[in-house]
């Protein structure tokens, strides 16, 4: 429950949803009829919409929900791309708001990369914040952590930007994820971090109250209860100051559980019982569910089994029929959505048939023409579906031939590959070191100081030539790649990188533990291992760091480097980045070189998958 408070954060804003500031807001919205349909209109309809929507993520889900699908109608009609990809990310808020995680990972992925494009740099930390949290809720802590981080990195790289909000929101998810790991010296830090950069900005009083309640949360981990209660009095007095019910609610039920370490077993249940009536005005079962829990822990320590029994039986209904209820509710919207869109469709027909009927006077007349038009329209209708039937019979037969081609194009490339592969290890590399023992047979006594010196340079030359034929053979087909796949192979691939080279080398792999089909496999190997290059040539870097992504779309791929940079005004682009496009225009894939203006590089990969099949004991020929 505690680290499902998270989210909160990036709903926190000054005036924080009171129920007069709700009415106003509502007033503005229906008082904007009064201004021109124009530019100041939308702005002043989407800044309303945005608040709404905000404020009722504290108060009510359902109406948070309504003005977010407003909001997104409303953007698609007047065009507002940037305004639309907010939009879009409370979507995802709203999401983890329910408890529906992988929904909201799925809906900020592709709400992320449109941020990216806009270059929306605080947006982009939000979202990167509400992931964390997500990964936080499946317990996937790594994933979490690492996304906190970059989050922070966009802000620090991109200062005078204000977002204080989502420094504070991603600083907090920071918190949890440490508290969560036991780590509690550092959630301490992270905690006291957030609560301190609050308290000198005059709007953030729900961090400073939350800051208060996340380190009485530590203290209360740590055994140090007397100073967790503390905090959690000094949280529960500010955030009732500024109204935030949901904050006190999780206030009240820690406040209990500390209560009950402490034995104190009457004081306890009487805040159990403020925390129910509470979630009772929330309308939240979850906190319903721990009150549940809490109750039993008293009961059963009291001597009152009765009472222990049922509260332990309600909490386990409770916690039964949450996931039944959240499927139930996501029916009955559906449900609810089909029956107002056919209200209204049949509201329209019937005013249109009247329409007709009092128009048209000679209905009855020409009755029989419509009849005989329809039927030709229906006759048209089946040819047009026969041909367009035969059509895609044709279409279908022409895609599979055309895969066909491409299967038989890849995998001649594949033997050309390993063929050239082989012949340079076994003839090339075999000539080489033939030439090597040859050198080395010269007897260096009888040669002058200048011919010795020509000799040792021959020889390096020789022994650098051979390392180079190796490199070059494996890297044109690697082993492992055809073996174990793309995502050990890159593994192994920068481990040799760190070992050979003064440049440090990371890589993170989220969504690849099935194998991918075998040309999108060796054409994203091909690519990442020419962008390395490109950085070991030419980027002048300290440290690259690679990220490859899997989700439901495809797979993304960043190469990032804190180098010299990129030009993007350089006309001719080098060849390894031809070879780069060349192949992604083959995967039909997607290239961006991001922050070009400053230093380092920082290339976006996207290249989709189509194949729904994964190649399961399928190999490289």
Not at 601 to 618: A, C, H, K, M, Y
Request: glycine share 6%; aromatic share 8%; charged share 20%.
């Amino acid at each position: 429950m505690n680290k499902l408070l998270i989210f909160l954060c990036f709903l926190a804003h000054s005036g924080f949803c009171e129920t007069n500031r709700i009415d106003s807001l509502k007033m503005e919205l229906k008082n904007l009829a009064q201004i021109p349909i124009g530019y100041t209109q939308d702005t002043l309809r989407f800044n309303i919409l945005k608040s709404l929507m905000r404020a009722y993520g504290d108060v009510s889900i359902d109406s948070s929900i309504y003005y977010n699908s407003y909001l997104i109608r409303f953007c698609k009609d007047r065009g507002l791309q940037n305004q639309m990809t907010y939009a879009q990310y409370y979507t995802g808020v709203i999401y983890e708001m329910q408890g529906k995680h992988h929904e909201s990972i799925r809906s900020n992925y592709k709400t992320l990369k449109l941020a990216e494009n806009q270059k929306q740099y605080v947006l982009i930390a939000s979202i990167l914040g509400v992931l964390a949290h997500s990964h936080a809720s499946l317990l996937q802590y790594v994933e979490a952590l690492a996304l906190c981080r970059r989050g922070l990195r966009i802000l620090h790289a991109h200062p005078g930007s204000g977002a204080y909000n989502e420094e504070l929101a991603l600083l907090n998810t920071e918190g949890v994820i440490f508290r969560e790991t036991g780590k509690l010296d550092e959630a301490l830090k992270a905690n006291q971090g957030m609560y301190t950069l609050a308290r000198t900005r005059p709007f953030y009083k729900w961090y400073e109250a939350h800051g208060l309640h996340a380190i009485g949360l530590v203290y209360k981990e740590q055994g140090k209860l007397t100073e967790a209660i503390k905090y959690h009095e000094n949280a529960l007095a500010l955030a009732n100051k500024i109204g935030s019910t949901f904050l006190e609610a999780n206030i009240v039920i820690n406040m209990a559980d500390i209560l009950i370490l402490q034995k104190k077993w009457i004081k306890a249940l009487n805040w159990s019982a403020r925390a129910e009536r509470m979630a009772l005005q929330l309308n939240n079962a979850s906190i319903i569910m721990e009150v549940q829990q809490n109750l039993y822990r008293i009961f059963k320590n009291t001597g009152k089994q009765a009472q222990a029994l049922e509260a332990y039986e309600k909490f386990s209904s409770i916690r039964d029929s949450l996931q039944a209820e959240k499927s139930r509710q996501r029916i009955a919207a559906i449900q609810e959505q089909y029956n107002t869109e056919q209200k209204a469709h049949n509201l329209q027909q019937s005013v249109q048939l009247l329409k007709k009927e009092n128009e048209n006077q000679r209905l009855a007349q020409i009755r029989d023409w419509l009849i005989m038009g329809a039927s030709g329209v229906l006759l048209v209708s089946l040819l047009l579906v026969r041909y367009n039937r035969r059509l895609r019979e044709k279409n279908k037969e022409l895609i599979r031939k055309n895969k066909e081609i491409k299967e038989a194009h890849f995998k001649g490339q594949a033997i050309e590959r390993k063929r050239v592969a082989l012949e340079l290890h076994d003839n090339l590399s075999s000539l080489l070191s033939a030439v090597n023992m040859s050198v080395q047979s010269i007897n260096t006594q009888h040669l002058s100081e200048s011919e010795q010196s020509v000799y040792l340079n021959v020889k390096h030359l020789i022994q650098n030539a051979y390392a180079e034929v190796r490199n070059i053979s494996h890297n044109i087909l690697p082993a492992e790649l055809e073996q174990e796949g793309l995502s050990i192979t890159l593994t192994k691939l920068v481990e040799r990188l760190n070992e050979s080279l003064p440049i440090k080398f990371s890589i993170v792999i989220l969504g690849l533990q099935e194998r991918l089909p075998v040309e999108i496999e060796y054409n994203m190997y091909s690519i990442v291992l020419e962008l390395l290059n490109n950085v070991i040539k030419h980027a002048q870097a300290t440290t690259t760091s690679i990220s490859v992504i899997r989700d439901e779309l495809g797979i993304n791929l960043s190469v990032t480097d804190d180098g010299i940079g990129f030009n993007p005004n350089q006309k001719k682009r080098g060849v390894g980045i031809q070879n780069v496009q060349a192949r992604l225009e083959s995967l039909g894939g997607d290239f961006n070189v991001l922050n070009p203006d400053e230093r380092g590089t920082q290339i976006i990969i996207s290249v989709p998958i189509e194949t729904v099949g994964i190649n399961r004991n399928v190999g490289m020929l």
